[in-house]
């Protein structure tokens, strides 16, 4: 099944740009855009955690649909979160509304690693099984995959939350790297098992979030990080389908990321796409870069920012527009759905 479904996409725009074939267009997809923007989310989500909504794959599916239906997206991303492999192999968390992934008892030591089970495919049957569901309703438009990379991972688990300064983070990198590269080793095997589960299932890409490397130095992140993260991405190389890197803030990481083993890197909304292709290699496709606050500008100001992207991804291999960063709560989705039709346009060959 899993073989089937991979092959219908390669035609996709989604899968086509990422692998630096020519597109009949661009092809746009927004991170976060099934979500908080949307009211039909809001109104199915209503009295139901976030976890537990991911763990029915009925709801994931209608979820992960909604704005494909809505937006006319070229492709769909799987309605998770990155804590999912760390609550499935046992951890203590919580997806607290407003706050983001709490964990109860963070971990500090090399005991607190030792106790962090490997990720067994049956613990996340419902991912799976939710694949199966979305894929089935998608037809022609492709799903994205996803998981959290190692980094982001570990700073959620050793600061027990979300973190601007991540500390306690660095504190146990620098201070003890062996447990640093312990815990990361183990993250990195739990990411691939996930993902693998998802490519099974029918995912026609995946993305690897990286969300909060751009913490780090270039050099720490290529002591502390990079071989993680290319344990996960050059694990998936057999798979057959397109790799997508992601991080916030990684201007001077983009030379690095783009050696993690991915098919395409995604730029944040501070560094031009024609500049991020220079640092990151010509092999690379990009995907980006939206500033997301600018959805709540003018028309007008969308609509020139939308085309200074087009023209800047021209310079990179193959280009799938997005945001910089996840679509904001209070966006007005009728802006989005009008993005996707001027991405559309302007980029027709």
């Known amino acids: 099944m899993g073989s089937m479904t991979t092959t219908t996409h390669t035609d996709s725009a989604l899968v086509r740009a990422a692998r630096g074939i020519d597109t009949p267009h661009t092809p746009v997809w927004f991170m976060r855009q099934a979500g908080r923007s949307l009211p039909e989310y809001r109104e199915l989500r209503a009295g139901i955690g976030m976890l537990d909504t991911i763990r029915r794959p009925d709801l994931v599916a209608e979820i992960t649909l909604q704005p494909v239906r809505r937006h006319g997206v070229d492709a769909a991303i799987l309605f998770s979160d990155i804590v999912v492999p760390v609550a499935a192999a046992g951890v203590d968390v919580d997806i607290v509304a407003g706050t983001g992934p ?7 030591s090399a005991q607190d690693v030792a106790a962090l089970r490997r990720l067994d495919p049956s613990d996340v049957s419902y991912v799976d099984e939710a694949v199966r569901l979305t894929t089935a309703e998608l037809g022609d438009t492709p799903l994205i995959g996803f998981a959290g990379a ?7 688990l050793i600061e027990g939350g979300p973190s601007r300064t991540h500390a306690k983070t660095k504190a146990l990198m620098y201070g003890d790297p062996d447990t640093w590269h312990a815990l990361c080793a183990r993250l990195a095997e739990n990411a691939l098992t996930f993902l693998r589960v998802q490519i099974g299932a029918g995912v026609a890409a995946v993305q690897l979030f990286d969300s909060w490397a751009g913490a780090l130095s270039e050099a720490d992140y290529r002591r502390y990080v990079l071989p993680h993260s290319t344990a996960v991405l050059t694990g998936l190389a057999e798979a057959g389908v397109p790799r997508i890197h992601f991080g916030v803030g990684t201007a001077e990481l983009l030379g690095a990321m783009g050696e993690a083993g991915a098919d395409v890197v995604g730029v944040d909304w501070r560094t031009p796409l024609d500049v991020a292709t220079r640092r990151i290699g010509p092999d690379k496709a990009v995907q980006g870069n939206l500033d997301p606050t600018t959805l709540l500008a003018p028309w007008e100001v ?23 960063h996840g679509v904001l709560p209070e966006i007005d989705p009728t802006v989005l759905t009008r993005v996707t039709e001027l991405v559309h346009t302007l980029s027709a060959r």
């Not at 709490?102 to 500090?108: D, F, G, K, M, T």
């Not at 800047?312 to 280009?319: E, I, K, N, S, T």
């Open 102 to 108: 709490v964990v109860a008892e963070p971990i500090r």
């Open 150 to 156: 190692p980094f982001t991972l570990a700073s959620y």
């Open 302 to 324: 969308i609509e020139a920012e939308v085309r200074r992207i087009l023209d800047q991804g021209r310079a990179a291999p193959g280009h799938i527009f997005n945001l910089g």
